[in-house]
Protein backbone atom coordinates (compact mmCIF):
# COMPACT_ATOMS: atom_id res chain seq x y z
CA UNK A 1 0.00 0.00 0.00
CA UNK A 2 2.90 2.31 0.52
CA UNK A 3 4.33 1.58 -2.79
CA UNK A 4 0.73 1.62 -4.55
CA UNK A 5 0.05 5.25 -2.78
CA UNK A 6 3.85 6.56 -3.27
CA UNK A 7 3.26 5.85 -6.74
CA UNK A 8 0.11 7.52 -7.08
CA UNK A 9 1.96 11.06 -5.63
CA UNK A 10 4.46 10.57 -8.02
CA UNK A 11 2.07 10.15 -11.17
CA UNK A 12 0.16 12.82 -9.81
CA UNK A 13 3.14 15.54 -9.74
CA UNK A 14 4.20 14.36 -13.26
CA UNK A 15 0.67 14.60 -15.07
CA UNK A 16 -0.05 17.79 -13.33
CA UNK A 17 3.05 19.26 -14.20
CA UNK A 18 2.10 17.77 -18.05
CA UNK A 19 -1.19 19.56 -17.25
CA UNK A 20 0.27 23.11 -15.98
CA UNK A 21 0.49 25.35 -18.71
CA UNK A 22 3.44 27.65 -19.02
CA UNK A 23 4.84 25.78 -15.46
CA UNK A 24 3.75 28.74 -13.75
CA UNK A 25 3.18 27.83 -10.06
CA UNK A 26 6.62 26.02 -10.13
CA UNK A 27 9.54 27.95 -8.14
CA UNK A 28 12.49 27.66 -10.34
CA UNK A 29 12.27 23.48 -10.09
CA UNK A 30 12.48 23.47 -6.19
CA UNK A 31 8.76 22.75 -5.48
CA UNK A 32 9.27 20.00 -8.76
CA UNK A 33 12.82 18.74 -6.85
CA UNK A 34 11.28 18.68 -3.58
CA UNK A 35 7.87 16.76 -4.77
CA UNK A 36 9.73 13.84 -6.67
CA UNK A 37 12.45 13.72 -4.09
CA UNK A 38 9.56 12.90 -1.23
CA UNK A 39 7.00 10.70 -3.62
CA UNK A 40 11.08 9.00 -4.52
CA UNK A 41 11.73 8.11 -1.14
CA UNK A 42 8.50 6.73 -0.27
CA UNK A 43 8.40 4.49 -3.55
CA UNK A 44 11.60 3.34 -2.96
CA UNK A 45 10.88 2.72 0.99
CA UNK A 46 7.91 0.73 -0.20
CA UNK A 47 9.43 -0.71 -2.84
CA UNK A 48 11.79 -2.78 -0.42
CA UNK A 49 9.21 -3.33 2.12
CA UNK A 50 7.02 -5.52 -0.12
CA UNK A 51 9.46 -6.67 -3.07
CA UNK A 52 11.89 -8.54 -0.05
CA UNK A 53 9.04 -10.30 1.65
CA UNK A 54 7.24 -11.12 -2.11
CA UNK A 55 10.36 -12.42 -4.27
CA UNK A 56 10.83 -14.83 -0.29
CA UNK A 57 7.43 -15.65 -0.62
CA UNK A 58 7.33 -16.70 -4.22
CA UNK A 59 10.31 -18.88 -4.44
CA UNK A 60 8.92 -21.09 -1.28
CA UNK A 61 5.82 -21.20 -3.40
CA UNK A 62 8.34 -22.30 -6.21
CA UNK A 63 9.57 -25.07 -4.36
CA UNK A 64 7.04 -28.58 -4.23
CA UNK A 65 8.92 -30.45 -1.65
CA UNK A 66 8.74 -30.52 1.99
CA UNK A 67 5.69 -30.35 4.54
CA UNK A 68 4.88 -27.17 5.24
CA UNK A 69 4.30 -25.71 1.46
CA UNK A 70 4.00 -22.45 0.22
CA UNK A 71 1.50 -23.19 -2.12
CA UNK A 72 -0.74 -23.87 0.62
CA UNK A 73 -0.67 -21.21 2.59
CA UNK A 74 -3.52 -19.35 3.36
CA UNK A 75 -2.37 -16.02 4.44
CA UNK A 76 -0.63 -15.66 0.87
CA UNK A 77 -4.39 -16.07 -0.59
CA UNK A 78 -5.58 -13.35 2.05
CA UNK A 79 -3.01 -11.41 0.76
CA UNK A 80 -4.02 -11.44 -2.66
CA UNK A 81 -6.78 -11.18 -2.67
CA UNK A 82 -7.05 -8.75 -0.23
CA UNK A 83 -4.68 -6.66 -2.51
CA UNK A 84 -6.91 -7.32 -5.52
CA UNK A 85 -10.41 -6.19 -4.04
CA UNK A 86 -8.43 -2.66 -3.43
CA UNK A 87 -7.08 -2.62 -6.25
CA UNK A 88 -10.17 -3.54 -8.15
CA UNK A 89 -12.45 -0.94 -6.08
CA UNK A 90 -10.22 2.22 -6.40
CA UNK A 91 -9.71 1.33 -9.98
CA UNK A 92 -13.78 0.78 -10.86
CA UNK A 93 -13.71 3.91 -8.96
CA UNK A 94 -11.55 6.46 -10.36
CA UNK A 95 -12.20 4.81 -14.09
CA UNK A 96 -15.59 6.17 -13.40
CA UNK A 97 -14.58 9.39 -12.60
CA UNK A 98 -12.91 10.00 -15.99
CA UNK A 99 -15.71 8.95 -17.56
CA UNK A 100 -18.03 10.83 -15.91
CA UNK A 101 -15.96 14.22 -17.07
CA UNK A 102 -16.46 12.68 -20.30
CA UNK A 103 -20.37 12.36 -20.29
CA UNK A 104 -21.00 15.53 -17.87
CA UNK A 105 -19.20 17.40 -21.32
CA UNK A 106 -21.36 15.53 -23.60
CA UNK A 107 -24.55 16.47 -21.95
CA UNK A 108 -23.82 19.98 -20.86
CA UNK A 109 -21.56 21.24 -23.85
CA UNK A 110 -21.97 25.03 -22.79
CA UNK A 111 -20.12 24.34 -19.42
CA UNK A 112 -17.52 21.89 -20.56
CA UNK A 113 -15.03 24.51 -20.98
CA UNK A 114 -15.58 25.72 -17.63
CA UNK A 115 -15.95 21.70 -16.71
CA UNK A 116 -12.10 21.33 -17.35
CA UNK A 117 -11.01 24.26 -15.74
CA UNK A 118 -12.16 22.97 -12.59
CA UNK A 119 -11.44 19.38 -12.74
CA UNK A 120 -7.80 19.48 -14.11
CA UNK A 121 -6.17 19.62 -10.51
CA UNK A 122 -8.47 16.46 -9.56
CA UNK A 123 -8.27 14.75 -12.82
CA UNK A 124 -4.28 14.49 -12.73
CA UNK A 125 -5.08 12.11 -9.62
CA UNK A 126 -7.65 10.20 -10.81
CA UNK A 127 -5.44 9.05 -13.71
CA UNK A 128 -2.85 8.27 -11.41
CA UNK A 129 -4.84 5.92 -9.06
CA UNK A 130 -6.61 4.24 -12.32
CA UNK A 131 -3.15 3.81 -13.70
CA UNK A 132 -1.29 2.47 -10.72
CA UNK A 133 -4.03 0.81 -9.09
CA UNK A 134 -5.12 -0.57 -12.70
CA UNK A 135 -1.60 -1.87 -12.78
CA UNK A 136 -1.64 -3.45 -9.37
CA UNK A 137 -4.54 -5.21 -10.45
CA UNK A 138 -3.45 -6.51 -13.52
CA UNK A 139 -0.32 -8.25 -11.61
CA UNK A 140 -1.69 -9.57 -8.97
CA UNK A 141 -4.74 -10.75 -11.57
CA UNK A 142 -1.75 -12.69 -13.23
CA UNK A 143 -0.37 -13.98 -10.47
CA UNK A 144 -3.57 -15.28 -9.48
CA UNK A 145 -3.79 -17.16 -12.89
CA UNK A 146 -0.28 -18.16 -12.79
CA UNK A 147 -0.77 -19.83 -8.86
CA UNK A 148 -4.22 -21.68 -10.39
CA UNK A 149 -2.29 -23.45 -13.11
CA UNK A 150 0.42 -24.41 -10.89
CA UNK A 151 -1.73 -26.24 -8.45
CA UNK A 152 -1.99 -29.93 -8.33
CA UNK A 153 -5.61 -29.91 -8.04
CA UNK A 154 -7.72 -29.53 -10.71
CA UNK A 155 -10.68 -28.76 -7.75
CA UNK A 156 -7.42 -26.56 -6.17
CA UNK A 157 -7.00 -24.79 -9.53
CA UNK A 158 -10.70 -23.92 -9.94
CA UNK A 159 -11.42 -22.83 -6.02
CA UNK A 160 -8.50 -19.77 -7.42
CA UNK A 161 -9.91 -18.83 -10.28
CA UNK A 162 -13.44 -18.46 -8.99
CA UNK A 163 -12.95 -16.23 -5.40
CA UNK A 164 -11.02 -13.94 -8.14
CA UNK A 165 -14.12 -14.11 -10.06
CA UNK A 166 -16.58 -13.63 -7.53
CA UNK A 167 -14.25 -10.80 -6.06
CA UNK A 168 -14.43 -8.73 -9.01
CA UNK A 169 -18.23 -9.61 -10.08
CA UNK A 170 -19.53 -8.16 -6.45
CA UNK A 171 -17.67 -5.42 -7.17
CA UNK A 172 -19.14 -4.82 -10.71
CA UNK A 173 -22.41 -5.70 -9.13
CA UNK A 174 -22.19 -3.08 -6.72
CA UNK A 175 -21.31 -0.36 -8.52
CA UNK A 176 -23.88 -1.23 -11.11
CA UNK A 177 -27.07 -1.66 -9.02
CA UNK A 178 -26.17 1.83 -7.51
CA UNK A 179 -26.03 3.32 -11.00
CA UNK A 180 -29.07 1.86 -11.84
CA UNK A 181 -31.02 3.09 -8.98
CA UNK A 182 -29.55 6.72 -10.00
CA UNK A 183 -30.93 6.20 -13.25
CA UNK A 184 -34.02 5.63 -12.31
CA UNK A 185 -34.68 7.69 -9.45
CA UNK A 186 -33.49 10.76 -11.76
CA UNK A 187 -35.94 9.93 -14.45
CA UNK A 188 -38.78 9.73 -12.01
CA UNK A 189 -38.16 12.78 -10.63
CA UNK A 190 -38.02 14.59 -13.84
CA UNK A 191 -41.46 13.49 -14.78
CA UNK A 192 -42.95 13.17 -11.10
CA UNK A 193 -42.04 17.16 -9.77
CA UNK A 194 -40.42 18.36 -12.46
CA UNK A 195 -40.99 22.09 -11.22
CA UNK A 196 -38.44 22.13 -8.20
CA UNK A 197 -35.56 23.55 -8.34
CA UNK A 198 -32.24 21.79 -8.16
CA UNK A 199 -29.88 23.43 -10.41
CA UNK A 200 -29.69 24.56 -13.92
CA UNK A 201 -28.10 20.81 -15.21
CA UNK A 202 -29.08 18.99 -12.15
CA UNK A 203 -30.61 15.77 -14.35
CA UNK A 204 -27.85 15.85 -16.33
CA UNK A 205 -24.95 16.16 -14.22
CA UNK A 206 -27.12 13.05 -12.04
CA UNK A 207 -27.55 11.02 -15.47
CA UNK A 208 -23.73 11.75 -16.20
CA UNK A 209 -23.00 10.29 -12.93
CA UNK A 210 -25.11 7.17 -12.84
CA UNK A 211 -24.92 6.10 -16.35
CA UNK A 212 -20.85 5.90 -15.90
CA UNK A 213 -21.55 3.86 -13.13
CA UNK A 214 -23.61 1.88 -15.40
CA UNK A 215 -21.20 1.83 -17.84
CA UNK A 216 -18.21 1.00 -15.37
CA UNK A 217 -20.40 -1.88 -13.26
CA UNK A 218 -21.61 -3.46 -15.96
CA UNK A 219 -19.01 -5.28 -17.59
CA UNK A 220 -17.10 -5.74 -14.69
CA UNK A 221 -19.78 -7.66 -13.16
CA UNK A 222 -20.82 -9.73 -16.49
CA UNK A 223 -17.71 -10.20 -17.80
CA UNK A 224 -16.71 -12.82 -14.71
CA UNK A 225 -20.01 -14.07 -14.18
CA UNK A 226 -21.04 -14.85 -17.67
CA UNK A 227 -17.72 -17.70 -17.32
CA UNK A 228 -18.72 -18.75 -13.97
CA UNK A 229 -22.24 -18.94 -14.78
CA UNK A 230 -20.99 -21.39 -17.83
CA UNK A 231 -19.16 -23.17 -15.27
CA UNK A 232 -22.41 -24.06 -12.55
CA UNK A 233 -23.24 -27.11 -14.88
CA UNK A 234 -20.19 -28.83 -12.63
CA UNK A 235 -21.28 -30.25 -9.03
CA UNK A 236 -18.55 -28.89 -7.46
CA UNK A 237 -18.72 -25.38 -9.20
CA UNK A 238 -22.51 -25.16 -8.10
CA UNK A 239 -21.34 -26.17 -4.52
CA UNK A 240 -18.15 -24.22 -4.32
CA UNK A 241 -17.47 -21.75 -0.93
CA UNK A 242 -17.21 -19.19 -2.99
CA UNK A 243 -19.97 -19.41 -5.14
CA UNK A 244 -22.44 -19.39 -1.89
CA UNK A 245 -20.43 -16.51 -0.41
CA UNK A 246 -21.59 -14.37 -3.61
CA UNK A 247 -25.04 -15.13 -3.60
CA UNK A 248 -25.55 -14.91 0.13
CA UNK A 249 -23.47 -11.23 0.28
CA UNK A 250 -25.65 -9.94 -2.85
CA UNK A 251 -28.93 -11.68 -1.22
CA UNK A 252 -28.27 -9.91 1.98
CA UNK A 253 -27.59 -6.33 0.41
CA UNK A 254 -30.50 -6.71 -1.55
CA UNK A 255 -32.79 -7.52 1.62
CA UNK A 256 -31.40 -4.94 3.83
CA UNK A 257 -31.51 -2.45 0.91
CA UNK A 258 -35.62 -3.62 0.81
CA UNK A 259 -36.40 -3.21 4.73
CA UNK A 260 -34.22 0.18 4.79
CA UNK A 261 -36.08 1.47 2.46
CA UNK A 262 -39.21 0.23 3.73
CA UNK A 263 -38.53 1.43 7.05
CA UNK A 264 -37.87 4.50 5.85
CA UNK A 265 -41.16 4.52 3.48
CA UNK A 266 -43.34 3.71 6.93
CA UNK A 267 -41.51 6.38 9.09
CA UNK A 268 -42.23 9.61 6.54
CA UNK A 269 -46.07 7.54 6.56
CA UNK A 270 -46.62 7.73 10.25
CA UNK A 271 -44.93 11.19 10.41
CA UNK A 272 -48.23 12.20 8.15
CA UNK A 273 -50.96 10.30 9.68
CA UNK A 274 -49.66 12.34 12.98
CA UNK A 275 -50.64 15.59 11.37
CA UNK A 276 -47.29 16.69 9.50
CA UNK A 277 -48.04 18.10 6.35
CA UNK A 278 -46.91 16.33 3.37
CA UNK A 279 -44.28 18.77 1.21
CA UNK A 280 -41.97 18.32 -2.10
CA UNK A 281 -38.77 17.02 -0.36
CA UNK A 282 -41.32 13.94 1.32
CA UNK A 283 -41.86 13.40 -2.23
CA UNK A 284 -38.23 13.69 -3.27
CA UNK A 285 -37.77 11.22 -0.25
CA UNK A 286 -40.22 8.40 -1.13
CA UNK A 287 -38.70 8.41 -4.45
CA UNK A 288 -35.37 8.08 -3.75
CA UNK A 289 -36.44 5.25 -1.21
CA UNK A 290 -38.60 3.74 -4.19
CA UNK A 291 -35.92 3.84 -6.62
CA UNK A 292 -33.39 1.91 -4.42
CA UNK A 293 -35.97 -0.55 -3.61
CA UNK A 294 -37.08 -1.57 -6.90
CA UNK A 295 -33.42 -2.08 -8.31
CA UNK A 296 -32.65 -4.05 -4.83
CA UNK A 297 -35.99 -5.79 -5.88
CA UNK A 298 -34.74 -6.94 -9.01
CA UNK A 299 -31.58 -8.00 -8.09
CA UNK A 300 -33.01 -10.14 -5.43
CA UNK A 301 -35.34 -11.11 -7.69
CA UNK A 302 -32.42 -12.75 -10.18
CA UNK A 303 -29.98 -14.03 -7.06
CA UNK A 304 -33.11 -15.66 -5.71
CA UNK A 305 -33.29 -17.45 -8.93
CA UNK A 306 -29.58 -18.34 -9.45
CA UNK A 307 -29.76 -19.83 -6.12
CA UNK A 308 -33.32 -21.44 -6.88
CA UNK A 309 -31.43 -23.47 -10.48
CA UNK A 310 -28.33 -24.15 -8.03
CA UNK A 311 -30.84 -25.90 -6.09
CA UNK A 312 -32.70 -28.05 -8.57
CA UNK A 313 -29.50 -29.08 -10.26
CA UNK A 314 -28.40 -30.31 -6.66
CA UNK A 315 -31.61 -32.34 -6.53
CA UNK A 316 -31.27 -33.53 -9.63
CA UNK A 317 -27.71 -35.09 -8.77
CA UNK A 318 -29.30 -36.27 -6.10
CA UNK A 319 -31.86 -38.11 -7.72
CA UNK A 320 -29.61 -39.49 -10.53
CA UNK A 321 -26.89 -40.71 -7.80
CA UNK A 322 -29.77 -42.09 -5.86
CA UNK A 323 -31.12 -44.05 -9.12
CA UNK A 324 -27.64 -45.58 -9.88
CA UNK A 325 -27.56 -47.41 -6.24
CA UNK A 326 -28.34 -51.23 -7.18
CA UNK A 327 -31.18 -52.33 -4.88
CA UNK A 328 -30.27 -55.13 -2.14
Known sequence: MILLFASVGLVDTLVSLALTSGGASIDNGQWLAASIADRGATMLAGLMLWLAPWVWSSRLFAQQAGADLERDSTLRKVYLYAVLLTAVSWTVWNAAQVLYVLLRAMLIPSEAGGLWNTVQSDLSRTVAYALVFGTAWAYHARV????????????????????????VAIVGAITFGAGLGG????????VAIPGVNQGAHWWQEQLALYGTMILVGLPVWLIPWTRLQREVVATVARR?????????????????????TGAYTL???????????????????????ASAALVAGLLLAYHLRVLQRDAALASSDEAAAAASVPAA
Open 144 to 167: VSREATAATERHRQATIRWIYGYL
Open 183 to 190: IVNTAVKV
Open 240 to 260: SLARRVYLFLALGITVLTLVG
Open 267 to 289: YQLLRVALGERWTVSNTSDAIDA
